[in-house]
């Protein structure tokens, strides 16, 4: 059989095309054999071979390469599949569409959408009997913008496409959604033929509408002959109604509240806010993350972004009365009492929740162990997550045993082995239940938030998740694969407007270089669990993957911190820039007696004599004192001076650069925000502009190329990993090339309205939000919308009233709900993708609804590293059901928007 492969792409001096694929003829998927299309005309590039079919559908792929077969570029997606395995005509063209990366319509095609919001029912068509003297045409189109009582169509010019009258439109199937195709149509090649997609009503049976803009056109010398058959595949169908956009909601799992919980929010609860979401016609649920923390078994456990593992879910979210035996082996009388003395609470009791569940947990555990790790599905499970699943199981039993999550205070297992491993989880060791336990509790949560997932699929919304950038230090992650993390480091923010010293996570940061070298596969695992509840994702501090600001593990506040990797400032470049460098003026803290007195007042003198002396004339910290964590050991054992412990944090951070580690004192990263500091005010004024150049040339400069090829070394291969739709947190100092990486991979942004991207203005503006992004009013790091209304000083509140909301009248200081019915509009009305809102924002519209002190819907606080995550709605999802009220205001709001 005679195949030719043709597409259409404009290339530059030097490059060529060439087709790789799953037959030996195209490289076996092997691009550097892959056979070299050629150039025709018209920018027009083909292919022909003599292929004998295979046992398989073709699968094949475009790429662009350079002289050297270099792959600079492929067609975007995944293998195109034709199905030529009972073939009778003698030649075939298939005629394709470049698909290029970043198309707006790209992230339709992940399981969001195709499994998701659009999922489709099968569709059939009968095939067609040839026509004597006549070629083949089938025509195909990508197409995921189709509901459940939707289909795709095609009318146009030729007999066979019904010569442009509705009633006689070809309908195509969808063995291969969201790829829709024709049967084969007998069409004759004398003219040329016109044609468009529509969409068909499947219940009322007609035609809705015919796709946007001028009509497809394959001229006459292109159709096929008699003996030949022609695949003609376009890239996309043009809506007529635009770009799609949905909105959603935004709550963590355990904030949420029902009648059936405990204490806190439970995996069975997500269903009720499914139902809920589905009524007012939101598409998607977001949640925090859902990983297990329990590291001390205190309330400090309750930060969601500090997992034990990556892999293995929260105990605190297992519903223990769906588990089955709950009933004979937990005392129900004494449930009852304890789920309403729990449910009562106005926020979460972390240590109280987790308790109790262990305790009824491990009381149902002892009834039904025995048939459990017999059961044909707890195998399947065990053996599906077994590269996670066994170690995270010993990680937590030597975690009870030794009474610490530390694993380097473990003695014999403080370093992990897959020796130690087998040992330890034998099923012939004597401790062999507790780890068995592990096994029970991490089944359930799998069994119960994946069911939440396929509800929320099955209703055309997503469950979208949340990954953390970091990994928490002493976790099974770390214990386990230790090479792939800098433990020596420690990963976090650099001061933005809601945390002025930056913020230290704790986390260390990852080993790039080693992740790399087998694929990224730890990744990869990640996704792939992901994948099981999840058809969106959101990536913590996406700007990690570009740079991560690292902070020594000496000190305690992000001010310290600095851009890894970075290119740093060499010692010459002083010199280049008129600057005589000083090391102990500008590296080291500047401390003179008016900002001792200026820091602490009446007490300089105290503080001074007993964490100061005097060194070549200079005031120093003492030894003992100079760096932040010793300072914090100090105060820890002597309270008297903890009022004290911010002044000398700031005192030691005052400087204006940090040597580079290893460079012996040659590189230098500049200290964040240094002109904020009292030793730069202190600068000479001449020497103020030089040094100030040279801050923002490392910023703002040099950095952009060599971040962005940091960046593509690693998230096109995560990307390619996972067909979720992937969204980044992409908020604070955000370079230059990071809106071009991010769309050039389909990665949506966040866009959060009091946090304007663009320098020029003071809020989000609607010019500079891209389609791929989501939109919201406030996220779970900031204050909510009516504290965030409250917190504005009179004349940004004053700005934002006027500027944004077209206000006409006195400014209000409370935000009313009508302020806040204005706001959710205006980001409805906005054209990214997406917007989500926080669920006490959209609480805020109703007045019957709302809570009644903004201040206790407050999440986190970034700035308090010891925060305590309790925040608990104080209405039932039940009761979310029955507000009439809102869910009508809601509803209608969105249905206006064009969101529904």
């Not at 005052?654 to 009292?678: A, C, Y």
Request: charged share 25%.
């Amino acid at each position: 059989m005679k195949i030719t492969f043709r597409v259409n792409y404009n290339t530059a001096w030097g490059e060529r095309l060439a087709v790789t694929g799953n037959l030996p003829a195209l490289g076996a998927e092997n691009p550097a054999a892959a056979p070299y299309m050629e150039y025709t005309k018209d920018g027009n590039w083909e292919l022909t071979l003599d292929l004998k079919p295979g046992k398989q559908p073709l699968a094949y792929k475009y790429l662009l390469t350079d002289e050297n077969r270099n792959v600079l570029r492929e067609d975007w997606g995944e293998l195109r599949t034709v199905d030529l395995t009972k073939e009778k005509a003698g030649e075939v063209l298939l005629s394709d569409v470049w698909r290029n990366d970043g198309h707006a319509q790209n992230s339709l095609f992940t399981s969001a959408f195709t499994d998701a919001i659009f999922q489709q029912k099968k569709h059939t068509v009968k095939a067609a009997k040839k026509a004597a003297g006549k070629g083949q045409l089938v025509l195909r189109v990508y197409a995921p913008r189709v509901s459940d009582t939707q289909r795709i169509c095609v009318s146009g010019s030729n007999t066979a496409l019904g010569n442009w009258r509705t009633e006689d439109v070809v309908l195509l199937e969808n063995s291969d959604f969201p790829l829709w195709s024709t049967v084969a149509l007998s069409v004759d090649n004398q003219r040329d033929v016109e044609y468009k997609y529509g969409i068909y009503d499947t219940k009322e049976k007609r035609v809705l509408f015919l796709e946007a803009g001028e009509n497809r056109r394959i001229p006459h010398h292109h159709l096929p002959e008699s003996k030949q058959k022609t695949v003609k595949t376009d890239a996309a169908f043009y809506h007529p109604q635009g770009d799609w956009k949905g909105a959603g909601v935004a709550v963590p799992v355990f904030s949420l509240r029902s009648q059936t919980s405990l204490g806190v929010g439970e995996f069975t609860d997500i269903k009720g806010l499914v139902d809920w979401s589905e009524k007012v016609g939101l598409k998607m649920v977001q949640i925090l993350p859902v990983n297990d923390t329990n590291a001390t078994k205190t309330w400090t456990d309750s930060y969601p972004y500090a997992a034990v593992s990556v892999f293995a879910l929260h105990p605190q979210y297992l519903n223990i009365s769906a588990i089955e035996g709950f009933k004979k082996a937990v005392d129900q009388k004494a449930y009852n009492k304890e789920q309403k003395r729990l449910n009562a609470l106005p926020e979460v009791d972390y240590e109280d929740v987790m308790r109790y569940k262990l305790k009824a947990a491990r009381q149902i555990f002892e009834q039904v162990k025995t048939d459990f790790l017999q059961d044909a599905e707890f195998k399947k499970f065990s053996e599906e997550n077994e590269h996670w699943l066994k170690p995270y199981a010993a990680f937590c039993y030597l975690r009870d045993k030794n009474g610490t999550a530390e694993f380097r205070k473990w003695s014999a297992y403080k370093k992990f082995s897959q020796a130690n491993l087998k040992k330890l989880t034998d099923p012939q060791a004597k401790h062999f239940d507790e780890i068995a336990f592990w096994y029970f509790i991490q089944f359930h949560l799998d069994r119960q938030l994946k069911a939440a997932g396929d509800y929320a699929r099955g209703k055309g919304l997503i469950l979208k998740g949340d990954i953390p950038i970091g990994i928490y230090r002493h976790s099974a992650d770390a214990w386990t694969q230790p090479e792939l993390y800098n433990m020596d480091g420690q990963s976090g923010a650099p001061p933005d407007p809601f945390s002025e010293i930056g913020q230290n996570w704790g986390f260390p940061t990852y080993n790039w270089e080693e992740m790399a070298k087998d694929g990224f596969q730890w990744w990869k695992n990640r996704f792939t669990q992901l994948s099981r509840y999840f058809d969106a994702f959101r990536i913590d501090h996406i700007l990690g993957f570009f740079r991560i600001w690292q902070i020594p593990t000496e000190q305690v506040q992000g001010s310290f911190g600095f851009f890894n990797p970075a290119i740093p400032v060499a010692r010459r470049e002083f010199g280049e820039r008129g600057i005589w460098f000083d090391f102990e003026r500008y590296c080291e803290p500047y401390i003179t007696e008016k900002i001792m007195v200026d820091t602490f007042g009446e007490e300089a003198q105290t503080v001074g004599e007993r964490f100061m002396k005097i060194e070549n004339e200079r005031i120093v910290f003492k030894e003992e004192f100079d760096t932040q964590r010793k300072v914090e050991a100090f105060i820890k054992k002597h309270p008297q001076f903890e009022q004290h412990k911010t002044g000398l944090y700031n005192l030691a951070a005052n400087v204006l650069f940090f040597p580079v580690p290893g460079s012996d004192n040659t590189e230098f990263h500049p200290r964040i925000e240094m002109m904020k500091t009292s030793s730069f005010q202190n600068l000479p004024a001449d020497m103020k502009p030089r040094v100030e150049a040279l801050y923002n040339d490392y910023f703002y400069n040099r950095q952009e190329d060599f971040w962005r090829d940091s960046a593509m070394a690693k998230l096109p291969a995560i990307r390619e990993a996972t067909n979720m739709l992937i969204c980044g947190e992409d908020l604070g100092m955000v370079p230059d090339c990071v809106p071009g990486v991010m769309d050039d991979l389909n990665i949506l942004t966040l866009e959060i309205q009091r946090m304007s991207k663009n320098p020029n203005t003071e809020f989000l503006q609607e010019a500079d939000i891209p389609y791929l992004s989501v939109a919201s009013p406030s996220t779970h790091d900031m204050s909510p919308l009516r504290l965030w209304w409250e917190e504005m000083k009179p004349e940004q509140r004053a700005r934002f009233y006027y500027q944004e909301l077209n206000g006409f009248e006195g400014v209000p200081e409370e935000c009313t709900p009508q302020i806040a019915k204005r706001i959710l509009q205006q980001h409805l009305q906005w054209k990214s993708m997406w917007v989500v809102f926080p669920l006490q924002d959209i609480l805020a519209i109703s007045a019957e609804m709302r809570r009644e002190n903004p201040e206790d819907e407050r999440i986190n606080v970034p700035a308090n590293p010891q925060h305590y995550w309790r925040f608990r709605f104080h209405v039932n999802t039940e009761d979310l059901l029955g507000a009439e009220g809102l869910n009508e205001d809601l509803e209608r709001m969105i249905l206006v928007s064009g969101r529904a």
